[in-house]
């Protein structure tokens, strides 16, 4: 996976830092001529330090319109899928970020699929008025919801 940031994104990364370490096998600070760009490659860099263990994220400047940089990052590229190929730790972690976004895509669906029907009427709408007005408790709610949907099995 490879984060592409630019210069302007530098105030964000502390709070984004454990997340992005979690993902990230490259980290790209496009844009690099840019002002900020040389304080985020030194955070990123420093973070790369702390949090690697796998393998070394690499940090790298590039300047997408000019060209510049790129060529450093196909290489590293290279070495990265070569890195995959020979180390099985990575491989799990590389398939386990995959099963976990499949997962929160899927659970968003899903999500956004029930919570439509619950407000719209009908059986959902029913449950939901029965919440709304105190009559059942938002575990018993949820129980009814569960117990109508059609699982495929």
């Known amino acids: 996976t490879v984060v ?6 530098g105030d964000t990364i502390q709070t984004m830092k454990a997340g992005l370490m979690e993902i990230a ?3 790209v600070v496009n844009k690099a ?18 949090y690697s263990s796998r393998w070394k994220v690499p940090v790298l400047k590039t300047e997408a319109t000019g060209g510049k940089g790129i060529g450093e990052l196909v290489r590293v590229l290279s070495n990265h899928a070569e890195f995959m190929k020979i180390n ?6 590389a398939q ?8 929160d895509i899927f659970l968003s669906e899903v999500h956004s699929f029930l919570a439509s029907r619950f407000k719209k009427g009908g059986a959902y709408g029913n449950t939901h008025r029965d919440l709304v007005s105190r009559h059942v408790n938002p575990y018993r709610s949820a129980s009814e919801l569960l117990s109508r949907m059609q699982w495929k099995k």
Do not use: N, Q, T
Not at 4 to 9: G, H, S
């Open 4 to 9: 592409v940031l630019v210069p302007e994104a």
């Open 25 to 27: 096998d490259i980290f």
């Open 33 to 50: 001529d840019r002002e900020g760009a040389d304080r985020i490659y030194a955070e990123l860099l420093m973070l790369s330090d702390m």
């Open 88 to 93: 099985p730790l990575a491989h799990e972690h």
């Open 96 to 103: 386990k970020i995959l099963e976990e976004e499949c997962l």
